[in-house]
C-alpha cells in the first residue's frame, strides 16, 4: 500500500483543478470505512469535513511536541471552522 503522503500527491494531481470532486472522493472513502452497518453510531459518523490548503506547521499551529495548538488554530480558521458549522 502507497503511504498517506504518496496517496495525497496521487490525489491532488488527479483532482488539481476539481476540488469538489476530491472533496466527494474522500467522503466516499470515509463512508466506506465508517458507517452504521459498519458498527458505528449515528454520532460517530462523519458528515462535514474540510481539505485545507497547507498542513499545519510546527511554530504555528503545532507545538515542537506536534500537539495542536487548538487556540491558535481557532483564530486562524475561524472562517472555515464557521461555515462547517453554519449548516
Do not use: T, W
Request: aromatic share 10%; net charge neutral.
Amino acid at each position: 500500500m502507497n503511504s498517506f503522503k504518496e496517496l495525497v500527491e496521487q490525489l491532488s494531481e488527479k483532482y488539481k483543478d476539481d476540488k469538489e470532486s476530491l472533496h466527494n472522493y474522500i467522503k466516499e472513502k470515509i463512508d466506506e470505512k465508517i458507517n452504521c452497518k459498519l458498527g458505528f453510531k449515528n454520532h460517530e459518523l462523519i458528515n462535514r469535513f474540510l481539505i485545507l490548503e497547507k498542513p499545519f506547521e510546527v511554530g504555528k499551529e503545532l507545538s515542537a511536541k506536534l500537539e495542536l495548538k487548538r487556540n491558535i488554530i481557532m483564530e486562524c480558521y475561524k472562517k472555515e471552522i464557521d461555515l462547517l458549522y453554519a449548516h
